[in-house]
Nanobody
Framework: QVQVVESGGGLVQAGESLRLSCAAS????????RAWFRQAPGKEREFVAS????????YYADSVKGRFTISRDKAKNTLYLQMNSLKPEDTAIYYC???????????????????WGQGTQVTVSS
């Protein structure tokens, strides 16, 4: 079945960068949206960015627009999140989500996704 593994998190200082990877395997769709979410302690999981796999169309939360870039490597079935100019408020566990079916719109609700990885911790110190 579908497997999702996130990696690339770590501890960095404010202003530095990280690149996260989301490797997927199994019977994944080549057309459905894939997305990054994050969850800080005591808070709900929130949308970060999404990409339509077939077209490469991208969407970003206002809080990360201009700093984060979502991309993909179709041959490797991998989604990436390049995070620049990191801020302490970016500290969270970052998750990658894949749905079972097509999504309408930007795919900003975590309930739309069926397959998740274990998450990767990003900590930004000031």
């Amino acid at each position: 079945q579908v497997q999702v593994v996130e990696s690339g998190g770590g501890l960095v200082q404010a202003g530095e960068s990280l690149r996260l990877s989301c490797a997927a395997s199994g019977r994944t769709s080549n057309t459905y949206t894939r997305a990054w979410f994050r969850q800080a302690p005591g808070k709900e999981r929130e949308f970060v960015a999404s990409m339509t796999w077939s077209t490469g169309s991208t969407y970003y939360a206002d809080s990360v627009k201009g700093r984060f870039t979502i991309s993909r490597d179709k041959a490797k079935n991998t989604l990436y999140l390049q995070m620049n100019s990191l801020k302490p408020e970016d500290t969270a566990i970052y998750y990658c989500g894949l749905p079972r079916g097509p999504l309408i719109g930007r795919g900003e609700e975590d309930s739309l996704y069926d397959y998740w990885g274990q998450g990767t911790q990003v900590t930004v110190s000031s």
